[in-house]
């Protein structure tokens, strides 16, 4: 098994909205099925130490969550200088700003948007998660294009709360 590639895995499951993920791979060198099952509880990170995992490891593979200390950056915080509430990335993703390609846009600028209103979705692993307004307010800039890949923490949106 890739080691890096269960990293990536892990860190992407950790920065994602996703409580877990469950994976079968078929066909190793051995023909038995390798089963990777990675969980998380809301506001907990998973971490897997290299040594737990050999390279040729067949079988399963379970994190378990450990309490994790305050994130780095917040999610969303108002910006001190401004008065906006801006709306950071809470996990490394690709940006959409609508449902679909053909699909209007979930917000522009200048459109106003209450609490719970979907943003954006971000994408991550073929996972879609859908992205909501913290406040109610008015966007005033939308700060990554369309279909452009993200970071954790990443500027997304600032929005001038009511």
Do not use: H
């Not at 390798?34 to 897997?48: E, L, M, Q």
């Not at 979705?121 to 996972?127: D, H, N, P, Q, T």
């Amino acid at each position: 098994m890739d080691l890096d590639w269960l990293k990536g895995l892990i860190e992407l499951v950790e920065d994602s909205g996703v409580d877990g993920l469950d994976i079968e791979l078929v066909g190793s060198d051995t023909g038995d099925p390798t089963r990777v099952r990675i969980r998380k509880s809301p506001r907990v990170a998973a971490a897997v130490p290299a040594a737990a995992v050999p390279a040729a490891a067949v079988g399963s593979v379970e994190v378990a969550p450990t309490p994790a200390a305050a994130p780095d950056a917040p999610l969303a915080e108002a910006a001190p200088a401004s008065g906006l509430f801006e709306v950071l990335s809470p996990m490394v993703g690709t940006f959409y700003r609508a449902p679909a390609a053909d699909a209007d846009p979930f917000v522009s600028v200048g459109d106003r948007v209450e609490a719970g209103q979907t943003l954006c979705i971000l994408e991550a692993m073929k996972l879609m998660n859908e992205l909501q307004s913290d406040v109610a307010g008015v966007v005033r800039e939308i700060a990554v294009e369309n279909a452009e890949p993200v970071e954790y923490g990443a500027l997304l949106f600032r929005i001038e709360p009511d």
